[in-house]
């Protein structure tokens, strides 16, 4: 018990040194940081092309502590300490503490979660504290079944199927695969599933409802399926099938060279893996399933581009799977190495995050400052509006520019009445005015004049390297109405 707890404070302590870190060295943010300046100030049942339940949180921790860099950070490093300690203590229950500890170590070798969830993590790690809510009550279930166990599902069920929408394979292939293990099938309350469903549905019905009746904003960011092929000599379903399991390899690949150097270190002992254990089989069966769904799912509906994210539902139980199945039959001496490497690769992440806010000519460092006083100094008096391509620099200008408003890339998201002004930020903005005014409600019979301007930035650690930001102002007829 006593290794259990020390173990939770210490992914406590290094998630709280993350925030820490990100308060202190600030920077810009990036996209789907920025996005929460636009689209968390507020709480609503929807808000576009993403499911809502980040969006809440960030709205919370923005009303305690305000619109700024530690609440951005706050938030996502207490979901992914919740999503760390919430599988850590699911594990624990079924299997020997020491191997839970390495099985959630699993989740520092995947970069989509450990990097990537820092860098620029939002809707995401809202999905994987909610993967791991919904594994710790089915690890609680199989421990020890109780009345509350059925509730607690639903409740974990609803929020993940508000956090991200492909979070549904997750559970999906937990319940497929608890059928191919007997030791969890025997010992999974499937007579109560009906009180799980009805527990999720009332949380998921008013936000789906919001969904199906804004299908336009829902659907807005469907083309990211579609990008023109990477390999384009090869039939459609065949490139997209390649990029599938090139992306799935590399998303792995860390995971993987860890696992087979620690298999080389025991010698002639290297392929005796032993029978795995239930939870290992259960957990590494749930994620090939997933795997086969998602290439049934590139090849039907002609996906032509894979992000790794995207993946988290299946590589997270297949990943955490074969860490126990792997590190089971090692050595004390080959664990304790490998927990070394662990902690190694924690600290060189928290060095790494530090380095990249320090130096470089990169998106973190951009001084959109600059160009919330350049732009402040062109603008006519009264109230404005802000438009960009992606969320970058309309967020990064709403928090620098509080009083100004942000309208999201989206369909139908329109100026406040008696606004006088819209600055569209950047040249495809600009080159595509009219249609972007269009877009969100605004006619040319309304805009009085259009002028063009740009503002020379500069990086935040970079002496030679600017970027020119062009933008436009355009002026509404007696506001926007």
Known sequence: MRQDRLFIWIIAAYFAAHTVLRTILGGSFEVDEAEMFVMAQEVHLGYGPQAPLYNWVQAGAFALFGANTFAVAATKNLLLFVTYALFFDGLRRVIPPQTAVLGTLALLLLPNVSWEGQRAGSHSIAMLATMAATFWVMARQIETPKPWHPIALGVALGLGGIAKFNFWLFPLTLFLSALTVPAIRTQMTWRTLW????????????????????????????????????YETLPTWLAGLVEYGVQTLAALALLLLVLIGARLAQGRAALRFGPAMPVSLWLMRAGMIGLGFGALAVVAFGVTDVQPRWLLPMLMPLSIGLMIWVTQSLSPRTKRALLAVCAALAVLILAAMADTRLRGAGSDSMRVDVLAQAIAADLPEGPVAVISGNYYFVGNLKYHRPDWQALAPLPNRVPAPGTVAVVLVGGDMIARSKAVLAEHGITPETVTKVTQHSAILPYRFEDVKTIDVPYAIVELKNGAE
Do not use: E, N, R
């Open 195 to 230: 009180h799980t469903g009805l527990v999720a549905a009332l949380i998921l019905i008013a936000p789906m409802a919001w969904m199906i009746l804004h299908s336009d904003q829902t659907m807005a960011s469907a083309y990211k399926f579609y990008y023109p092929p990477k």
